[in-house]
C-alpha cells in the first residue's frame, strides 16, 4: 500500500522568506502522480502544484516549486517570497496512474506566515 | 459558483441518530469521491463514483455508512446510529474522467460532523 509521509506537523516564515516543506512517500509503482494541496482555515482545499512520476523537470507555478527525488521517493515543496494569505494547512498527497484516481494524503503541516 | 457544493457546513448530531450529507460536483465531472478528515489528520479515503456506479469503497466505511449517486450528479452520504468517533470533516471531491486522462481532484468545503 502507499503511504506519505509529512514528518513537520508545523512551520513558520517570515514573509517575504522562503520555506520548503518536506514530504515522503512509498510506492512500488514507477509511475504515479504527486501533488501539493492547500487548505486555509474553514475554507476548500486547492491545488498547488502536480508532479507526474515520469517527467524528471521538477514542476514549477509561479512561487512555488517542488523538489522531485525520485529514487528517494522524496518530494518537497519550497514557497518562494512567501505572503501571508500562503498561511494554511499544507497537504501532500500521492496518486496511482490508470483508471483509480484516489488519493493517499500525508498529516499535513500548518504553515504560520509572520508579518 | 460552478464549484464542488457541500450541505450541510456544519451538522450537531446526538450519538445514535442518522444523519445525510449531500455533495454536487461540478457538473460535467463523472467521478465523485468522498474523504474523510480527523483533526491532525490528511484526508482519508472512503468512498468514490463514476457516473452513478459506486467502483471502491474503503474499509473506513462500517456498515453504518452509505454512499449514493442515483442519477450520477449529485451524491449523499448517510451515516446511520452515529458514534463519536464518526465526528470529522467530510470531504467531497469530483474530477473529470474519460479513461484518458486523469485530472486532479475538485474539493467542497466540507460538512463537519459533531456527534455529542
Known amino acids: 500500500a502507499q503511504t506519505v509521509t509529512q514528518s513537520q506537523p508545523e512551520m513558520s516564515v517570515q514573509e517575504a522568506e522562503t520555506v520548503t516543506l518536506s514530504c515522503t512517500y512509498d510506492t512500488s509503482e514507477s509511475d504515479y502522480y504527486l501533488f501539493w494541496y492547500k487548505q486555509p482555515p474553514s475554507r476548500q482545499m486547492i491545488l498547488v502544484i502536480r508532479q507526474e512520476a515520469y517527467k524528471q523537470q521538477n514542476a514549477t507555478e509561479n512561487r512555488f516549486s517542488v523538489n522531485f527525488q525520485k529514487a528517494a521517493k522524496s518530494f518537497s515543496l519550497k514557497i518562494s517570497d512567501s505572503q501571508l494569505g500562503d498561511a494554511a494547512m499544507y497537504f501532500c498527497a500521492y496518486r496511482p496512474t490508470g483508471a483509480n484516481s484516489k488519493l493517499t494524503f500525508g498529516k499535513g503541516i500548518t504553515l504560520s506566515v509572520r508579518p | 459558483d460552478t464549484g464542488v457544493s457541500q450541505d450541510p457546513r456544519h451538522k450537531i448530531t446526538k450519538r445514535g441518530q442518522n444523519v445525510t450529507f449531500r455533495c454536487d460536483p461540478i457538473s460535467e465531472h463523472n467521478r465523485l469521491y468522498w474523504y474523510r478528515q480527523t483533526l491532525g489528520q490528511g484526508p482519508e479515503f472512503l468512498t468514490y463514483f463514476q457516473n452513478e456506479a459506486q467502483l471502491e469503497k474503503s474499509r473506513l466505511l462500517s456498515d453504518r455508512f452509505s454512499a449514493e449517486r442515483p442519477k450520477g450528479s449529485f451524491s449523499t452520504l448517510e451515516i446511520q446510529r452515529t458514534e463519536q468517533g464518526d465526528s470529522a470533516m467530510y470531504l467531497c471531491?469530483?474530477?473529470?474522467?474519460?479513461?484518458?486522462?486523469?485530472?486532479?481532484?475538485?474539493f467542497g468545503q466540507g460538512t463537519r460532523l459533531t456527534v455529542v
Open positions: 471531491a469530483s474530477s473529470p474522467f474519460t479513461g484518458l486522462m486523469n485530472t486532479e481532484a475538485f
